[in-house]
Protein backbone atom coordinates (compact mmCIF):
# COMPACT_ATOMS: atom_id res chain seq x y z
CA UNK A 1 0.00 0.00 0.00
CA UNK A 2 2.49 2.37 0.41
CA UNK A 3 4.13 1.50 -2.95
CA UNK A 4 1.47 2.93 -4.09
CA UNK A 5 0.81 6.25 -1.70
CA UNK A 6 4.77 6.75 -3.24
CA UNK A 7 3.64 6.07 -7.15
CA UNK A 8 0.83 8.80 -6.58
CA UNK A 9 3.02 11.46 -5.55
CA UNK A 10 5.78 11.33 -7.57
CA UNK A 11 7.00 14.65 -8.56
CA UNK A 12 7.81 15.34 -12.00
CA UNK A 13 9.82 18.70 -12.81
CA UNK A 14 10.16 19.92 -16.13
CA UNK A 15 12.13 22.97 -17.88
CA UNK A 16 10.45 25.17 -20.11
CA UNK A 17 10.85 26.81 -23.61
CA UNK A 18 9.32 29.06 -25.40
CA UNK A 19 9.69 29.08 -29.47
CA UNK A 20 8.61 31.95 -31.77
CA UNK A 21 8.78 30.82 -35.29
CA UNK A 22 7.41 31.93 -38.28
CA UNK A 23 3.67 30.39 -38.98
CA UNK A 24 4.32 28.33 -41.96
CA UNK A 25 7.20 26.54 -39.89
CA UNK A 26 5.20 25.77 -36.97
CA UNK A 27 4.07 22.17 -38.07
CA UNK A 28 7.66 21.66 -38.35
CA UNK A 29 8.44 22.81 -34.82
CA UNK A 30 5.49 20.69 -33.47
CA UNK A 31 6.44 17.84 -35.14
CA UNK A 32 9.66 17.60 -34.40
CA UNK A 33 10.37 18.84 -30.38
CA UNK A 34 9.20 15.59 -29.16
CA UNK A 35 11.77 13.84 -30.55
CA UNK A 36 13.90 15.83 -28.14
CA UNK A 37 11.67 15.42 -25.58
CA UNK A 38 9.74 18.07 -25.73
CA UNK A 39 6.16 18.47 -25.12
CA UNK A 40 3.88 20.75 -26.96
CA UNK A 41 2.14 22.42 -23.66
CA UNK A 42 0.06 25.17 -25.98
CA UNK A 43 0.66 28.34 -28.44
CA UNK A 44 -0.33 31.74 -29.02
CA UNK A 45 0.40 34.78 -31.05
CA UNK A 46 3.39 36.59 -30.51
CA UNK A 47 4.03 40.65 -30.33
CA UNK A 48 5.72 39.94 -34.03
CA UNK A 49 2.62 39.70 -35.66
CA UNK A 50 -0.17 37.03 -37.19
CA UNK A 51 2.89 35.78 -39.26
CA UNK A 52 4.39 34.61 -36.22
CA UNK A 53 3.23 32.19 -33.38
CA UNK A 54 4.90 31.36 -30.10
CA UNK A 55 4.59 27.99 -29.03
CA UNK A 56 5.44 26.43 -25.38
CA UNK A 57 6.66 23.24 -24.51
CA UNK A 58 8.13 21.08 -21.80
CA UNK A 59 10.01 18.42 -20.91
CA UNK A 60 11.07 16.65 -17.76
CA UNK A 61 14.43 17.54 -15.99
CA UNK A 62 15.23 13.87 -15.61
CA UNK A 63 15.63 12.87 -18.89
CA UNK A 64 18.45 10.59 -20.04
CA UNK A 65 21.04 11.44 -22.55
CA UNK A 66 20.13 14.89 -22.03
CA UNK A 67 23.70 15.99 -22.63
CA UNK A 68 23.53 14.59 -26.70
CA UNK A 69 19.88 15.21 -26.75
CA UNK A 70 20.27 19.08 -26.28
CA UNK A 71 22.97 18.64 -28.71
CA UNK A 72 21.55 17.40 -31.22
CA UNK A 73 18.20 19.85 -30.50
CA UNK A 74 20.77 22.48 -31.10
CA UNK A 75 21.97 20.71 -34.40
CA UNK A 76 18.05 20.63 -35.77
CA UNK A 77 17.97 24.50 -34.69
CA UNK A 78 20.42 25.21 -36.68
CA UNK A 79 18.93 23.75 -39.77
CA UNK A 80 15.99 25.26 -39.64
CA UNK A 81 17.53 28.56 -39.07
CA UNK A 82 19.61 27.68 -42.43
CA UNK A 83 16.13 26.41 -43.86
CA UNK A 84 14.59 30.05 -43.34
CA UNK A 85 17.51 31.60 -44.54
CA UNK A 86 17.63 30.03 -47.93
CA UNK A 87 13.62 30.72 -48.40
CA UNK A 88 14.12 34.37 -47.84
CA UNK A 89 17.01 33.99 -50.57
CA UNK A 90 14.38 33.11 -52.58
CA UNK A 91 13.09 36.65 -52.82
CA UNK A 92 16.02 38.40 -51.72
CA UNK A 93 18.20 39.58 -55.02
CA UNK A 94 14.21 39.60 -57.00
CA UNK A 95 13.25 42.18 -54.57
CA UNK A 96 16.09 44.09 -54.71
CA UNK A 97 16.57 44.36 -58.64
CA UNK A 98 12.22 44.73 -58.83
CA UNK A 99 12.87 47.96 -56.25
CA UNK A 100 15.58 49.36 -58.31
CA UNK A 101 13.91 48.87 -61.84
CA UNK A 102 10.61 51.15 -60.24
CA UNK A 103 13.13 53.79 -58.70
CA UNK A 104 14.28 54.05 -61.99
CA UNK A 105 10.68 54.41 -63.64
CA UNK A 106 9.72 56.85 -60.59
CA UNK A 107 12.77 59.10 -61.55
CA UNK A 108 11.50 59.02 -65.19
CA UNK A 109 8.07 59.68 -63.93
CA UNK A 110 9.46 62.62 -61.86
CA UNK A 111 10.97 64.29 -65.00
CA UNK A 112 7.74 63.49 -67.00
CA UNK A 113 5.81 66.12 -64.53
CA UNK A 114 8.57 68.40 -64.21
CA UNK A 115 8.97 68.99 -67.71
CA UNK A 116 4.80 69.22 -68.08
CA UNK A 117 5.03 71.77 -65.36
CA UNK A 118 7.50 73.24 -67.33
CA UNK A 119 5.29 73.35 -70.56
CA UNK A 120 7.20 70.67 -72.43
CA UNK A 121 4.34 68.29 -73.73
CA UNK A 122 7.05 66.36 -75.99
CA UNK A 123 9.74 65.63 -73.44
CA UNK A 124 6.96 64.75 -70.76
CA UNK A 125 5.62 61.76 -73.33
CA UNK A 126 8.89 60.91 -73.86
CA UNK A 127 9.99 60.53 -69.90
CA UNK A 128 6.08 58.90 -69.23
CA UNK A 129 6.96 56.15 -71.45
CA UNK A 130 10.29 54.55 -70.20
CA UNK A 131 8.37 55.57 -66.36
CA UNK A 132 5.60 53.19 -67.29
CA UNK A 133 7.95 50.48 -68.55
CA UNK A 134 9.88 50.79 -65.07
CA UNK A 135 6.55 50.31 -63.36
CA UNK A 136 5.08 47.34 -65.28
CA UNK A 137 8.53 45.45 -65.21
CA UNK A 138 9.31 45.15 -61.92
CA UNK A 139 6.51 42.55 -61.20
CA UNK A 140 7.51 40.67 -63.87
CA UNK A 141 11.45 40.76 -63.38
CA UNK A 142 10.55 39.80 -59.75
CA UNK A 143 8.00 36.72 -60.83
CA UNK A 144 11.02 35.57 -63.03
CA UNK A 145 13.70 35.82 -61.03
CA UNK A 146 11.84 34.45 -57.90
CA UNK A 147 11.37 31.48 -59.47
CA UNK A 148 14.32 30.58 -60.85
CA UNK A 149 16.06 31.43 -57.80
CA UNK A 150 13.37 29.00 -56.19
CA UNK A 151 14.19 26.39 -58.57
CA UNK A 152 17.69 26.42 -57.78
CA UNK A 153 17.22 26.83 -54.05
CA UNK A 154 14.23 24.32 -53.35
CA UNK A 155 16.93 20.79 -53.22
CA UNK A 156 19.03 22.84 -50.66
CA UNK A 157 15.90 22.85 -48.36
CA UNK A 158 14.55 19.31 -49.25
CA UNK A 159 18.44 18.35 -48.35
CA UNK A 160 18.19 20.67 -45.00
CA UNK A 161 14.79 18.92 -44.15
CA UNK A 162 16.17 15.69 -44.75
CA UNK A 163 19.08 16.47 -42.42
CA UNK A 164 16.89 17.43 -39.81
CA UNK A 165 14.38 14.84 -40.05
CA UNK A 166 17.93 12.52 -39.41
CA UNK A 167 18.57 14.41 -35.99
CA UNK A 168 15.00 13.75 -35.18
CA UNK A 169 15.46 10.13 -35.47
CA UNK A 170 18.78 10.28 -33.43
CA UNK A 171 16.97 12.16 -30.99
CA UNK A 172 14.09 10.18 -30.80
CA UNK A 173 15.91 6.39 -30.25
CA UNK A 174 18.20 8.38 -27.22
CA UNK A 175 14.83 8.63 -25.56
CA UNK A 176 13.59 5.62 -26.25
CA UNK A 177 17.18 3.75 -24.96
Known amino acids: MNESLKNDNSFVGYEYKDVTARRSMESVYSDSYPSFGWELDG ?3 PPQGARFVSLKFKRNRKLRNKAEISRLQ ?9 IESLEFSKVTKASAIAYGVGLVGTAFMAGSVF ?4 GNVPLCIILAIPAFVGWITPYLLFRKISS ?5 VNPLIEKKYDEIYDVCEKAGSLLED
Do not use: L, P, Y
Open 43 to 45: SSI
Open 74 to 82: RQFETGIAE
Open 115 to 118: SVTA
Open 148 to 152: SKSAE
